[in-house]
Nanobody, 122 residues
Framework: QGRLVESGGGLVQAGGSLRLSCAAS????????MAWSRQAPGNEREFVAS????????YYADSVRGRFTISRDNSKNTVYLQMNSLKPEDTAVYYC???????????????WGQGTQVTVSS
């Protein structure tokens, strides 16, 4: 069973930027389809972005497209989420997830990190 550890969360003003990192261990990272999701208080967990094993294909939720960028470095077993032009509604706990499949929905992801808090003040 692999392990995912997120980092990089924090408090930022609206319009600011953060970069989240997710370090993977215990598996073959380059075979994994990776994703970021988030959960705000009182809300269900929602998809944010995902990236194929090779990094060739990326997908974004409409709410973050054009502001967030997902990337990966297979030599470092790490996936990143660069978040720019942050808004108060981006406030949530952000989770990293991995699957050996193609990640059609969040339910397809077998391994999850513990999450990192992102708070955007207005």
């Amino acid at each position: 069973q692999g392990r995912l550890v997120e980092s990089g969360g924090g408090l930022v003003q609206a319009g600011g930027s953060l970069r989240l990192s997710c370090a993977a261990s215990g598996g073959t990272f380059s075979n994994l389809f990776m994703a970021w999701s988030r959960q705000a208080p009182g809300n269900e967990r929602e998809f944010v972005a995902s990236i194929s094993a090779s990094g060739r294909y990326v997908y974004y939720a409409d709410s973050v497209r054009g502001r967030f960028t997902i990337s990966r470095d297979n030599s470092k077993n790490t996936v990143y989420l660069q978040m720019n032009s942050l808004k108060p509604e981006d406030t949530a706990v952000y989770y990293c997830a991995a699957t050996r499949g193609t990640g059609g929905t969040l339910a397809d992801f077998e391994t999850w990190g513990q999450g990192t808090q992102v708070t955007v003040s207005s």
